[in-house]
Nanobody, 124 residues
Framework: HVQLVESGGGSVQPGGSLNLSCAASGYFKSSYSWAWFRQAPGKEREGVAGIYLSGVTVYDDSVSGRFTVSRDNAQNTLYLQMNSLKPEDSAMYYC???????????????????WGQGTQVTVS
């Protein structure tokens, strides 16, 4: 079993920055791909940024150029550096991990087996 624990959320003003972390424990495989998803009230959970097992990064257009996803394989930790935050970035942010066969699916919610509990980001 794999556990994912997110941290780093909070409240910031527009234009501010936050750095989210997701620590994995348990039977975590180095071959997993990772991703960050977010869900605002009344909306579907959407993929924001992800890293395929090869290290290729993928971003949703809404965050490209503002967010940076990275990983520390030695620490089994995923990060999301969020800059130039906007009110529309406000949501619960979730970390996900799993075996992704096609990198085109890195931001597909259905592709992931393991999820964290989320960390709240509020921009206002």
């Amino acid at each position: 079993h794999v556990q994912l624990v997110e941290s780093g959320g909070g409240s910031v003003q527009p234009g501010g920055s936050l750095n989210l972390s997701c620590a994995a424990s348990g039977y975590f495989k180095s071959s997993y791909s990772w991703a960050w998803f977010r869900q605002a009230p009344g909306k579907e959970r959407e993929g924001v940024a992800g890293i395929y097992l090869s290290g290729v990064t993928v971003y949703d257009d809404s965050v490209s150029g503002r967010f940076t996803v990275s990983r520390d394989n030695a620490q089994n930790t995923l990060y999301l550096q969020m800059n130039s935050l906007k009110p529309e970035d406000s949501a619960m942010y979730y970390c996900a991990a799993g075996t992704i066969g096609d990198r085109r699916n890195v931001l597909q919610r259905s592709a992931y087996d393991f999820w964290g509990q989320g960390t709240q980001v509020t921009v206002s």
